[in-house]
């Protein structure tokens, strides 16, 4: 009688341990959806003849900001990785934040960059040293960013298509989307034979005064007022084509057409727009952007075939974007980035 009772609670827990069991592997890894897999590609990478060994590469990055939506509740300081699938990733030989990947072309390195802008450094992932930090964790909503950027890193530079994959996952409890496989993010690039011609800022940092303005120059959102032109001067050799994104210091991943205002600003209420011509300006943190498509948004303005001296016009103005407006100082921040065709 003893023994058959034994034998009963045995079961009983050889059940409950295998129920136990089953949950917890049903609630791991499957919580999270994505639009991924994705390629964030450079689909034509020229490089100015000019360019420094160490220097990034003009237009060569893109950015990448990608919806997460997990149900699952993630232990605090949980990051979300990208980690190399079966490539390789190492440092450049004679560099500190520049990387290689196996099969990666000669002469060109990359970067990855977080959402702030700042250089990313390679992490442990499980066990191995493979993988770049793209933000918190949490439940609910998350967003992926950071931007892959190329750097020149020898002279001679091979032409070509080159790529690695990665994966996107919080280690040993999400994917991104469901699956390893689900969740790859493929980068890549391709580089063209022929160096290009390029241009020489001749003023890398520009001030631009906007004129004071009573608030009731503002009368409703999106008005705007106080117009100041402005310009970015070019040395070019000869049959420049230049492009130009130009990015939101401030708040990088910013793609509207209203530059943020600076912490030290006292004015609230307005923002800062810069045209072209007659046309916004909408800003970006590179000159392709991917986010929920292998087809990149793409924020840049061409100007046409330089060689010599070349003016180009900008005029930036206030613009309101709230109900209440509060008078004091407006100050802006914005990067251009040049890159040729």
Known sequence: MRSSQF??????????????VTVKAFARYTDCTAPLPLTVNLPSVSVPSSLPVGQPIPGAKASFAIPVTCSYTFPGGSRWHISSVSATIALVSGFSDVYTFSGMGAGVGFRMRGADGSILALVIHGTSLNAFDVGPANNGSNLLQGSFELVRTAKLMTPGSFSFSMVASVNDQEFANKTDTNSNMKFGYTMNPVTVAACTVTQTDIAVT???IPTSALSSVGATAGSQLFAINLQCEEDAKPQISIADVVTPSNQSTELS???????TGVAVQILSGSSLVRYSPSSLFYTTSNVPLTNTISFGTFSGTAHIPFNARYVRVAGTLKAGTVRALATFTFSYQ
């Open 7 to 20: 034998s009963r609670l045995i079961q009983r827990a050889i059940v409950l341990l295998l129920l136990l």
């Open 261 to 267: 205002l600076a912490p030290d600003s006292t004015a």
């Open 210 to 212: 906007l004129p004071t």
